[in-house]
């Protein structure tokens, strides 16, 4: 039981030091948990590690904290996935809680006011620079630039829920594939392509 | 409100594929058109928060809402919401998961949905500069904003800025023009 316990505050500790870092994206932290996880600790071997990465890029949510959710699951079961997600989601939630605070308290004010007029035309800037980065890995062929523009015409002309966009995407990338099968054209064209620039997303975040 | 607030949330958190940035329109759709729990510049300023502080654009975002919605119960509701699909999914099926991965069916299922996932970012991108007024009759106030928009874009996709260092300097800008 005491063994356990420690165990758990080991992860907890672990994943709270490295929370801070998902600055730079999530992908950023992957050296920082193999280094720790795997040569620090000894948790992990190098194989399983590229195993749990491969996973939290797949599964929804930011790879930071699917990584260790599920490096915590590998070492201690359920409570190891939780401690795991404690520690590094705290962080990062307490220094959000604590801008939002001064945001709602400040926001009034001429000054910020301001500031914020001119820092919504900024959000656009980081929204379109977010849609340059993955329109680069993800419109690879004519077929993928066309759905992507059928996409936000959708949404913006259709007025279409964004959860059914989602669904018109994955039912038209398996008809894409399959009306290739049938031309004869090889079934993975564009998707094998995709798969080698794959590890570059650090939009995930 | 904290029901809604964690279902919102839960469904954000569910179908989070390609970042934060492009859960942005159902964030939009949910909070602001159907529940209408704040006003648009204030969904824009609540990204602009997001994009400061460390951490997963998505779940920063929840946060912040659900803060704004129910103060820190809110936020607590908001955030475990967000994450709970991941953490159901990895438990559940992370095994099966990794090797689905290379199943045909979902290799081209995400083929189709990363550029559907780009043009959504495509279409939140248009909504706030829309809501930013820089669609609005040509003025100088107008040409200020694009202006900011430019400048942040140069920032962050040549010079390889951090997005913390172009929103502050930003808002600099804008109590310097605006204030």
Same mark, same amino acid.
């Given at each position: ?9 080991? !992860? ?44 939290? +890029?797949? %599964?929804? +949510?930011?790879?930071? %904290? ?13 409570? +190891? ?8 989601? #705290?962080?990062? &939630? ?6 939002? %605070?001064?945001? %709602? ?28 980065? !993955? ?6 062929? &004519? ?11 959708? #949404? ?11 669904? &018109? ?14 031309? +004869? ?21 | ?17 390609? =970042? =934060? ?43 912040? *809402? ?49 550029? *559907? ?42 010079? /390889?800025? /951090? ?17």
């Amino acid at each position: 039981m005491n063994h356990k316990l420690k165990l758990l505050t080991s !992860i907890f500790m672990t994943f709270l030091k490295m929370g801070p870092l998902t600055f730079g994206g999530g992908y950023a932290l992957i050296p920082a948990i193999e280094k720790e996880v795997v040569d620090k600790k000894g948790w992990l071997r190098n194989e399983e590690i590229a195993d749990v990465f491969a996973v939290s +890029g797949s %599964v929804p +949510g930011a790879v930071a %904290v699917n990584s260790a959710t599920f490096i915590g699951y590998r070492i201690a079961g359920i409570p +190891g996935a939780i401690a795991a997600l404690l520690g590094i989601f #705290l962080p990062t &939630f307490c220094l959000m809680l604590l801008l939002t %605070v001064f945001y %709602v308290q400040l926001k009034d004010n001429p000054k910020v006011e301001a500031a914020f007029t001119a820092i919504r035309a900024t959000v656009v800037a980081l929204i379109a620079y977010a849609a340059i980065k !993955i329109g680069r890995t993800a419109i690879v062929d &004519f077929a993928t630039g066309a759905l992507a523009a059928i996409a936000s015409l959708l #949404l913006y002309l259709g007025h279409l829920h964004p959860l059914l966009v989602i669904v &018109f995407g994955a039912t038209a990338g398996v008809a894409l594939v399959k009306i290739r099968e049938h031309g +004869g054209r090889t079934p993975t064209a564009g998707t094998s392509k995709l798969q080698e620039k794959e590890p570059i997303y650090d939009y995930m975040i | 409100m904290l029901i809604q607030l964690f279902l919102t949330f839960f469904l954000v958190g569910l179908v989070s594929f390609g =970042g =934060g940035y492009a859960m942005i329109p159902l964030i939009q759709e949910e909070v602001l058109n159907r529940h209408h729990w704040m006003s648009s510049a204030q969904l824009s300023d609540i990204v602009a928060v997001a994009g400061m502080s460390p951490g997963p654009i998505a779940t920063n975002i929840a946060v912040a *809402v659900g803060y704004q919605q129910s103060g820190w119960i809110g936020a607590v509701v908001a955030s475990i919401a967000v994450v709970l699909p991941s953490l159901i999914l990895i438990l559940a099926v992370g095994k099966v998961f990794a090797r689905l991965q290379d199943h045909v069916l979902m290799k081209s299922s995400f083929y189709g949905i990363r550029p *559907v996932v780009a043009g959504m970012i495509v279409f939140a991108a248009i909504m706030f500069a829309q809501n930013a007024g820089m669609f609005a009759r040509l003025s100088w106030f107008t040409w200020s904003q694009i202006g900011i928009f430019a400048g942040s874009l140069c920032a962050l996709f040549f010079l /390889h800025k /951090h997005p913390l260092s172009v929103i502050i300097l930003s808002g600099l800008i804008g109590i310097a023009i605006y204030g």
